[in-house]
């Protein structure tokens, strides 16, 4: 049997990249959103769709490009029956092109519920990435 330490620190792989600091899972879901800047010096609106999404954010594919930093209001259709959820803070975190993913920074806890009921319902191991579970009980 090899010895995992034996490898050298270049070859051996960390069990969670030092990027991935979500403490939720995120399920693989394309929801339609639609989008706005909050701040009139960042005049950005679109729409789209989720490429996944979590408690504490989402993954967006839109039309219109957008700046990482930017502070959105987001309008997203969840296929749970219910009316479209609507967040007004939501931080821009990463951009690739027409792809960029947001931070919720204000989630009701009304919102946090339904959200969080939607993912444990909809979750399976074909709708994870990584096939890892990252939840976090608080």
């Known amino acids: 049997m090899k010895n995992p330490f034996s490898e050298s620190p270049k070859q051996m792989r960390p069990a969670y990249s030092s990027l991935d600091k979500r403490y939720t899972e995120r399920l693989a879901i394309s929801c339609p959103v639609r989008y706005k800047g909050d701040i009139p010096s ?5 729409q789209g769709l989720t490429k996944d999404i979590s408690l504490s954010g989402c993954k967006i594919i839109s039309d219109h490009p957008v700046t990482r930093g930017t502070l959105l209001s987001l309008t997203i259709d969840l296929p749970d029956g219910g009316r479209p959820l609507s967040l007004t803070s939501a931080h821009v975190v990463w951009v690739s092109g027409c792809q960029f993913s947001v931070r919720f920074m204000q989630v009701s806890q009304d919102q946090r519920k339904r959200l ?5 319902k909809n979750i399976s191991h074909t709708t994870v990435h990584n096939q890892r579970p990252r939840f976090r009980l608080v």
């Open 116 to 120: 969080q009921t939607y993912i444990w």
């Open 42 to 46: 960042q005049p950005h609106a679109g």
